[in-house]
């Protein structure tokens, strides 16, 4: 994935000077700082008992890389420390990197753990973990990029003026008494107009915005804003936002964004998961927008412009509330002082996500806003509908080989290539496993168009290749024949085996092909090892399943109903094509929810079926049944 390369080469002196630093020498070395370019390594966690309880205080005008050595983890517990552990008021170019920043509590100050007002400021691999804060903004991070007017900032093209890559806010909590805030692990903002800024790698998860009276709270993760006058580009990957909650304590306000919330930014997301995370509903004047995802422009007057690909956005939820004044428990885009935004949902999932009945539990927007599907599943969301709002004045809906419903419907959208089938994916049911891979019985899989996976996207949101598999048909003569070269699948995943679909005929009961079934071996991580012997020229192909029950949570006219089936996890597949060496092995290795699912029976009754094709013969199939026990993998095996 190289989206990000251009964006994130940020020229650093060539005449930078390094100096070790302690944390008794920390303060009063970055109090002696001047200019620009130094940078200094930190080794040690910090305590108040050697910063002393202030927190230090970077100079004006000053910028230099602040790191922690390597193997090492250093940084700053706030245990106890008054204010921020680090703050910078009017600073130049800012690098915080491997560092952690710990146990930071304020009280009505509405300073964060870390707070950065600079020219431009990159967090590169740090760690925000359990900070509080009573006030408006982040208890974990705050950056203002940007001086008042603009000066300082990056131009347009040039690095970004924020860039937080492979970092981790977890255990954040924000208090907002009155007003607006956001935020609970980080608030981003600039005054940059035409720069660049960017997320990656990013793990955002249990976070918690408390709201204690405020008019509008958004953003329990993360909140990125921009005060310029038209939308900012933002460039974020691989990030997941997870787990993240807004709680309502009063009654009283607004609330969105509960996973991530953007406010005039225009964001290019690829491959980011938004799970899980939770928003009060409300009622009357107030409103509760994308649990999982919330993407306003309410500052000027030109719409933002957003694309989503290969994301995954399932298990996020909307709790109470009137629907009419919920929207969008995976995603909602748009806000009423604005034109017409625009969401694309490229290749990636929407599923399982709760909204009240009457709401919208999928994709919500603004009558003028518009949503674009392509190669997408929107489907299996509950409570309320899977798209809304969108279609009003002037903004429509339009979908293409992709799977989702018309609304209150059982036909699909309108569209080329559109479904409205039950995707039947790994986590079916079970929205918190996260797991969007597609079963052996996905109707999504090889129903996508090529013509429409955008130029760069090469892998699917687990990093297998974004097109792959094909489509086989058994023949009375020829064997397995391919119909149809790799197509990508609908949805954030893609499996890489090929479809084979049913014989459509009767063959001649005469004309067979015979073999022995293989022997079978079971080995640690519970692979299933086949072993032929002399088998002919031909195709083999081999699949293994078993049968688990679940239970299924759905609204049956307007009620929660649980009910139980049996479903069929696929537990593996692989072939051989061509002539065979005399000993032949082919493996079938348990993934995703299978491996889950064994790892917490530790046995199962496994469906091994095989079928084979020689050479102008009708190919034909056997299945045993074993009783497989699964072992942990040595650990010089494990990842």
Known sequence: ?????????????????????????????????????????????????????????????????????????SGIDGTGIAGPL????????????????????????????????????????????????EGVTAAGLFVFAGEPGGAGCPAPGGPPAFTVRNSTFRGNVLTVASGIGGGAAAFLIDKCAGAGHVLEGNVVEGNVLKANGSSE?????????????????????????ADNRIEDL????????????LEGMSATSVGDRFSANTLPGTSGANWSWGAGLGIVACNGTLPTQTTLEDAVVAGNAIVGGTPADDGGAGIYVGCPKTAANHLSLLDSTVTENSAPVG?????????????????????????????????????????????????GSVSPLSGEGNLCADPTLADDGNPASVDVHETATSRTREAGSNALVTSGLTTDFYGAPRIAGGELEPTCFEGLVQIKPATVDMGAAEDPEALVKPIGIDCPI?????????????????????????LAKGT??????????????????????????????????????????????LRLIPRGATLA???????????????????????ASQSRTVRVRYVRPPAHHRR
Not at 250 to 261: H, K, L, M, Q
């Open 1 to 73: 994935m190289a989206l990000l390369a251009a964006a994130l080469l940020v020229p650093s002196p060539a005449t930078a000077a390094t100096k070790a630093v302690n944390c008794s020498t920390l303060a009063s070395t970055i109090a002696a700082l001047s200019g620009e370019g130094e940078t200094l390594v930190l080794n040690g966690l910090c305590t108040k008992e050697q910063l002393g309880s202030t927190g230090i205080s970077i100079p004006a005008k000053v910028g230099f890389t602040l790191e922690g050595a390597p193997g090492t983890t």
């Open 86 to 133: 680090l703050s910078a008021g009017e600073a130049g170019a800012l690098t915080v990197e491997g560092l952690t920043f710990e146990h930071a509590s304020t009280i009505s100050g509405s300073q964060s753990a870390v707070s950065l007002r600079a020219t431009r400021v990159t967090i590169l691999g740090d760690s925000f973990l359990e900070n509080r804060e």
């Open 217 to 241: 709270a958004v953003g329990a993760g993360l909140d990125v804003a921009s005060e310029a006058s038209e939308p900012e580009r933002l460039t974020q990957q691989g990030d997941v936002f």
């Open 250 to 261: 009063a009654g009283i306000g607004s609330y969105g964004g509960a996973g991530e919330w």
């Open 359 to 407: 709401g919208v539990a999928g994709v919500d927007g603004g009558p003028a806003d518009t949503l674009t599907l392509a190669n997408s599943i929107l489907e299996q969301d509950v409570g309320g509908a899977e798209t809304g709002g969108f279609g009003g004045a002037g903004g429509t809906v339009a979908a293409s080989f992709s799977d989702v419903c018309a609304a």
């Open 510 to 534: 005469l004309l067979h092909s015979s073999f022995a079934f293989p022997t079978v071996s079971i080995r640690s991580g519970g692979v299933l090892l086949l072993t032929f012997h002399g």
């Open 540 to 585: 083999v192909l081999a699949r293994a399943g078993f049968k688990v029950a679940k239970t299924v949570v759905r609204d049956v006219h307007g009620h929660r109903r649980r009910s139980h089936r049996t479903v069929t996890l696929a537990y593996g597949q692989a072939s051989h094509t061509g002539k065979a060496p005399s000993v032949l092995h």
């Open 597 to 619: 699912a064994l790892r917490a029976h530790r046995r199962e009754a496994v469906t091994v079926t095989v079928t084979f094709a020689a050479g102008g013969a009708f190919p």
